[in-house]
Protein backbone atom coordinates (compact mmCIF):
# COMPACT_ATOMS: atom_id res chain seq x y z
CA UNK A 1 0.00 0.00 0.00
CA UNK A 2 1.29 3.57 -0.96
CA UNK A 3 1.93 6.20 1.61
CA UNK A 4 -0.81 8.82 2.27
CA UNK A 5 0.09 12.61 0.67
CA UNK A 6 0.35 13.68 4.57
CA UNK A 7 2.48 11.50 5.54
CA UNK A 8 4.86 11.82 2.38
CA UNK A 9 4.57 15.66 3.96
CA UNK A 10 5.48 14.56 7.12
CA UNK A 11 8.64 12.52 5.88
CA UNK A 12 9.43 15.63 4.28
CA UNK A 13 9.26 18.47 6.48
CA UNK A 14 11.19 15.84 9.05
CA UNK A 15 14.00 15.95 6.51
CA UNK A 16 13.35 20.06 6.47
CA UNK A 17 13.98 20.14 10.21
CA UNK A 18 16.94 18.00 10.24
CA UNK A 19 18.12 19.72 7.43
CA UNK A 20 17.92 23.41 8.85
CA UNK A 21 19.02 22.75 12.55
CA UNK A 22 22.40 22.92 12.28
CA UNK A 23 22.21 26.32 9.76
CA UNK A 24 19.79 27.48 12.78
CA UNK A 25 22.87 26.92 15.42
CA UNK A 26 24.93 29.45 13.22
CA UNK A 27 22.13 32.43 13.17
CA UNK A 28 18.87 32.34 12.04
CA UNK A 29 18.96 34.21 8.97
CA UNK A 30 18.73 33.41 5.10
CA UNK A 31 22.20 32.78 4.25
CA UNK A 32 22.47 29.81 6.32
CA UNK A 33 18.39 28.68 6.01
CA UNK A 34 18.49 28.68 2.69
CA UNK A 35 20.02 25.15 2.19
CA UNK A 36 16.70 23.93 3.35
CA UNK A 37 15.14 25.75 0.30
CA UNK A 38 14.49 22.67 -1.92
CA UNK A 39 13.46 20.10 0.76
CA UNK A 40 11.22 22.86 1.47
CA UNK A 41 9.43 23.03 -1.99
CA UNK A 42 8.80 19.63 -1.81
CA UNK A 43 7.01 20.11 1.24
CA UNK A 44 4.76 22.92 -0.39
CA UNK A 45 4.22 20.45 -3.28
CA UNK A 46 2.99 17.82 -0.81
CA UNK A 47 0.85 20.46 0.12
CA UNK A 48 -1.22 20.92 -2.96
CA UNK A 49 -2.54 17.65 -3.16
CA UNK A 50 -4.86 18.15 -0.13
CA UNK A 51 -6.82 20.30 -2.64
CA UNK A 52 -9.89 18.50 -4.67
CA UNK A 53 -10.03 21.26 -7.23
CA UNK A 54 -7.27 21.48 -9.76
CA UNK A 55 -8.20 25.45 -9.99
CA UNK A 56 -7.41 26.09 -6.78
CA UNK A 57 -4.13 24.54 -7.10
CA UNK A 58 -3.37 26.36 -9.68
CA UNK A 59 -4.73 29.32 -8.61
CA UNK A 60 -2.60 28.78 -4.88
CA UNK A 61 0.41 27.69 -7.05
CA UNK A 62 0.05 31.35 -9.10
CA UNK A 63 -0.30 33.19 -5.82
CA UNK A 64 2.90 31.59 -4.31
CA UNK A 65 4.86 32.24 -7.63
CA UNK A 66 4.23 36.41 -7.16
CA UNK A 67 4.84 36.12 -3.52
CA UNK A 68 8.09 34.78 -4.51
CA UNK A 69 8.92 37.06 -7.29
CA UNK A 70 8.05 40.18 -4.93
CA UNK A 71 10.16 39.16 -2.54
CA UNK A 72 13.25 38.28 -5.07
CA UNK A 73 12.98 41.73 -6.46
CA UNK A 74 13.08 43.26 -2.82
CA UNK A 75 16.35 41.35 -2.32
CA UNK A 76 18.19 42.06 -5.63
CA UNK A 77 16.78 45.42 -5.40
CA UNK A 78 17.55 46.71 -1.81
CA UNK A 79 20.89 47.68 -0.61
CA UNK A 80 21.70 45.16 2.15
CA UNK A 81 25.35 46.43 3.02
CA UNK A 82 27.53 49.11 4.04
CA UNK A 83 29.79 48.49 1.54
CA UNK A 84 29.93 51.75 -0.70
CA UNK A 85 29.73 53.65 2.37
CA UNK A 86 33.08 51.91 3.70
CA UNK A 87 34.51 52.68 -0.16
CA UNK A 88 33.23 56.26 -0.03
CA UNK A 89 35.27 57.21 3.50
CA UNK A 90 38.26 55.38 2.52
CA UNK A 91 38.56 56.66 -0.28
CA UNK A 92 37.58 60.35 1.45
CA UNK A 93 39.75 59.49 3.86
CA UNK A 94 43.09 59.74 1.30
CA UNK A 95 43.37 56.19 0.75
CA UNK A 96 46.27 55.10 -1.66
CA UNK A 97 48.13 52.19 -3.03
CA UNK A 98 50.05 50.32 -0.45
CA UNK A 99 47.57 51.62 2.16
CA UNK A 100 45.77 48.57 4.38
CA UNK A 101 42.50 47.78 4.71
CA UNK A 102 41.64 45.14 7.81
CA UNK A 103 38.44 42.90 8.16
CA UNK A 104 36.86 41.66 11.40
CA UNK A 105 35.52 39.15 11.38
CA UNK A 106 36.01 38.30 7.85
CA UNK A 107 32.48 37.77 6.49
CA UNK A 108 32.45 41.64 6.37
CA UNK A 109 35.44 41.24 3.15
CA UNK A 110 33.71 39.94 0.27
CA UNK A 111 31.36 42.60 -0.12
CA UNK A 112 33.70 45.20 0.58
CA UNK A 113 36.58 44.19 -1.27
CA UNK A 114 34.22 44.11 -4.86
CA UNK A 115 33.87 48.32 -4.60
CA UNK A 116 37.37 48.93 -3.09
CA UNK A 117 39.81 50.45 -5.80
CA UNK A 118 42.97 48.75 -7.04
CA UNK A 119 46.19 48.84 -4.65
CA UNK A 120 45.02 48.58 -1.34
CA UNK A 121 46.43 45.71 0.67
CA UNK A 122 43.32 43.74 1.74
CA UNK A 123 43.91 41.43 4.96
CA UNK A 124 40.64 39.58 7.56
CA UNK A 125 40.96 37.97 10.73
CA UNK A 126 41.66 35.83 11.82
CA UNK A 127 44.23 34.60 9.14
CA UNK A 128 45.69 37.51 7.72
CA UNK A 129 43.97 35.97 4.19
CA UNK A 130 42.58 37.67 1.05
CA UNK A 131 39.05 38.77 2.11
CA UNK A 132 37.52 38.21 -0.90
CA UNK A 133 36.45 34.66 0.33
CA UNK A 134 35.67 33.25 3.71
CA UNK A 135 37.18 29.72 4.86
CA UNK A 136 34.92 28.03 6.56
CA UNK A 137 37.20 24.94 7.38
CA UNK A 138 37.49 24.38 11.02
CA UNK A 139 36.41 28.15 11.15
CA UNK A 140 35.81 28.68 15.43
CA UNK A 141 38.84 26.90 16.13
CA UNK A 142 40.93 29.14 14.12
CA UNK A 143 39.24 31.91 15.09
CA UNK A 144 39.70 30.99 19.00
CA UNK A 145 43.61 30.22 17.85
CA UNK A 146 44.15 33.46 16.93
CA UNK A 147 45.03 36.12 19.74
CA UNK A 148 44.00 40.16 19.11
CA UNK A 149 47.26 40.92 20.32
CA UNK A 150 49.49 39.09 17.85
CA UNK A 151 46.96 39.88 14.94
CA UNK A 152 47.60 43.41 15.50
CA UNK A 153 51.33 43.05 15.56
CA UNK A 154 51.71 40.93 11.98
CA UNK A 155 48.91 43.76 10.71
CA UNK A 156 51.62 46.31 11.99
CA UNK A 157 54.46 44.71 11.28
CA UNK A 158 53.14 44.26 7.53
CA UNK A 159 51.95 48.22 7.36
CA UNK A 160 54.67 50.27 8.65
CA UNK A 161 54.62 53.22 6.62
CA UNK A 162 51.42 52.78 5.43
CA UNK A 163 47.65 53.90 6.69
CA UNK A 164 45.41 51.10 7.88
CA UNK A 165 41.88 51.14 7.78
CA UNK A 166 40.28 48.94 9.77
CA UNK A 167 36.71 47.43 9.24
CA UNK A 168 35.04 45.67 11.72
CA UNK A 169 31.64 45.05 13.52
CA UNK A 170 30.94 43.35 17.30
CA UNK A 171 28.24 40.79 18.13
CA UNK A 172 29.85 37.70 16.01
CA UNK A 173 29.15 35.08 17.89
CA UNK A 174 32.00 33.09 16.99
CA UNK A 175 34.08 35.88 17.93
CA UNK A 176 33.70 37.05 21.15
CA UNK A 177 35.05 40.54 21.73
CA UNK A 178 38.61 39.53 20.32
CA UNK A 179 37.19 42.14 17.04
CA UNK A 180 37.36 44.81 19.23
CA UNK A 181 40.69 44.01 20.74
CA UNK A 182 42.19 43.98 17.66
CA UNK A 183 41.14 47.43 17.25
CA UNK A 184 42.34 48.60 20.49
CA UNK A 185 46.17 47.02 20.18
CA UNK A 186 45.75 49.11 16.64
CA UNK A 187 44.59 52.23 18.33
CA UNK A 188 47.25 51.47 21.31
CA UNK A 189 50.70 51.67 18.89
CA UNK A 190 49.01 53.73 16.61
CA UNK A 191 47.33 57.23 18.67
CA UNK A 192 46.30 59.28 15.75
CA UNK A 193 43.26 56.60 15.00
CA UNK A 194 39.56 58.51 14.88
CA UNK A 195 36.52 56.26 13.65
CA UNK A 196 35.36 57.09 9.92
CA UNK A 197 31.99 55.47 9.61
CA UNK A 198 29.31 54.42 12.30
CA UNK A 199 27.04 51.46 12.02
CA UNK A 200 23.84 52.23 10.07
CA UNK A 201 21.08 49.42 11.66
CA UNK A 202 19.51 50.58 8.67
CA UNK A 203 21.32 47.60 6.58
CA UNK A 204 21.31 44.05 7.22
CA UNK A 205 25.13 43.70 7.23
CA UNK A 206 26.64 46.52 9.04
CA UNK A 207 29.77 48.07 9.32
CA UNK A 208 31.94 50.60 11.34
CA UNK A 209 35.60 52.06 10.19
CA UNK A 210 38.53 52.97 12.10
CA UNK A 211 41.44 54.96 10.76
CA UNK A 212 44.85 53.84 12.27
CA UNK A 213 46.91 56.53 10.24
CA UNK A 214 50.95 55.06 9.85
CA UNK A 215 51.94 59.07 11.89
CA UNK A 216 49.91 61.22 13.89
CA UNK A 217 48.24 64.05 11.59
CA UNK A 218 49.59 67.00 12.60
Known amino acids: MGSSPSSGARSTASASS ?7 ACGPTSRYTSIAFPVAILVVAHGTGAFGDRRIV ?12 AGGLRNALAERTQA ?24 LGPDVHRVLPDGLEQLSFP ?45 YITHGKQC ?30 WSHPAAPPP
Request: hydrophobic fraction near 45%; proline fraction near 7%.
Open 127 to 171: DLADPSLVNWVDYEERVMARTPGGFAREVLDRAAGRDIFYVWMPG
Open 84 to 107: REVARVIAAAGAGPGDFVVYCPDQ
Open 18 to 24: STCAPAL
Open 58 to 69: GGVLALAALLGV
Open 180 to 209: ERVNDALGNARPGNRQLLHPDHAYFERHAV
